[in-house]
Every structure is written in structure tokens, then in C-alpha cells.
Nanobody, 124 residues
Framework: VQLQASGGGLVQTGGSLRLSCAASGTIYSSYVMGWFRQAPGKEREIVATVTWRSNKKYYSDSVKGRFTISRDAAKNTVYLQMNSLKPEDTAVYYC??????????????????WGQGTQVTVSS
């Protein structure tokens, strides 16, 4: 599986961005897709996840109510709609896929394939 993330950019506080993650290769219904982010000097952290089969979603507390994860099975693409952006949302955002479910979906080490990352910068 190869992942291609896009959609990052510079936006003012309160603005919106939509990230996309296009997957090449077969996405099986058992897969879990996740968005993570990493700010300078900080560890990579979970943002949101979605299960491919049941479309069950998870959000971190820091983005709940502002971000929405979705997936388009026909396009093998996962989206992250980010609204009401804050300066603390500034980070490199990564999409990833967990294919073997060997641990919690919130742990980046449990994901098997990663996209290249896209920079999101929110100015105050």
C-alpha cells in the first residue's frame, strides 16, 4: 500500500483546510486508516481514525468537534476536514494504514504504511 497525502497549507486562525490521503493498492475492509500529526520537538500524535469496513470513527480530544475524518471507498481516499483551526494545530500531518491490528489504533507504532506528510501552518 502506498499513501499520498495532500492539502496542507497556510491558514489563519479560525480557517479551514481539507487534507486528502490517496491509497494505491488494495484496501481491504479490515484496514484502519489514521491521521497523525507531529509538531516540531513533539512526538507524533493521533488525530483521528476510521475503520474501512464499518466507518467507525475516533477523534482525539484536541480536535473533537472541529475535525471530521471520512473515507471514499470508491476512490480509496481518506479525508480530514479541519475547521476552526488554531495555532496549536500547526504540524506535519501524516496518513497511515493499519493492516494487521496488532495494537491500539491510537498508537503510531502499530501502523504499517505511511504517507509522506503534509505541512499545516495556522497563523495567529
Amino acid at each position: 500500500v502506498q499513501l499520498q497525502a495532500s492539502g496542507g497549507g497556510l491558514v489563519q486562525t479560525g480557517g479551514s483546510l481539507r487534507l486528502s490521503c490517496a491509497a494505491s493498492g488494495t484496501i481491504y475492509s479490515s484496514y484502519v486508516m489514521g491521521w497523525f500529526r507531529q509538531a516540531p520537538g513533539k512526538e507524533r500524535e493521533i488525530v483521528a481514525t476510521v475503520t474501512w469496513r464499518s466507518n467507525k470513527k475516533y477523534y482525539s480530544d484536541s480536535v473533537k468537534g472541529r475535525f471530521t475524518i471520512s473515507r471514499d471507498a470508491a476512490k480509496n481516499t481518506v479525508y480530514l476536514q479541519m475547521n476552526s483551526l488554531k495555532p496549536e494545530d500547526t504540524a506535519v500531518y501524516y496518513c497511515a494504514v493499519d493492516v494487521d491490528h496488532d495494537g491500539a489504533y491510537t498508537i503510531p507504532q502499530n501502523y504499517d504504511y505511511w504517507g509522506q506528510g503534509t505541512q499545516v501552518t495556522v497563523s495567529s
